[in-house]
């Protein structure tokens, strides 16, 4: 079992930034490929950006790339997504995610999520 836990969600105006953190604890996290979803009320989860486990590989949906970026610290058992230039349309719950093996996208692939935090960005 991998438990994780998302902080740093919260109110920004348009064009403000936030990160969000998501540490895990429970089984090794070094071998887990991470990803970052959002769910916006009426609509399905969607990918925004995901890193594999040695942190040499990232993704990033279309929506958000050159604006959101992934990293980790597997000593500090801990997946960041920097948020830039954030737009209304950002607006979601966000959830951070695990997986065995190679990153992914889809969310379906994922075996561990965290109970999400709450990013809402004002016009």
């Known amino acids: 079992q991998v438990q994780l836990v998302e902080s740093g969600g919260g109110l920004v105006q348009a064009g403000g930034s936030l990160r969000l953190s998501c540490t895990a604890s429970?089984?090794?996290?070094?071998?887990?490929?991470m990803g970052w979803f959002r769910q916006a009320p009426g609509k399905e989860r969607e990918f925004a950006a995901a890193i594999s486990w040695s942190g040499g590989s990232t993704y990033y949906a279309d929506s958000v790339k050159g604006r959101f970026t992934i990293s980790r610290d597997n000593a500090k058992t801990t997946v960041y997504l920097q948020m830039n230039s954030l737009k209304p349309e950002d607006t979601a719950v966000y959830y951070c995610?695990?997986?065995?093996?190679?990153?992914?996208?889809?969310?379906?692939?994922?075996?561990?999520w965290g109970q999400g935090t709450q990013v809402t960005v004002s016009s």
């Open positions: 429970g089984r090794t996290f070094s071998p887990y490929a």
């Open positions: 995610a695990a997986r065995k093996g190679a990153v992914g996208t889809n969310y379906r692939g994922y075996d561990y």
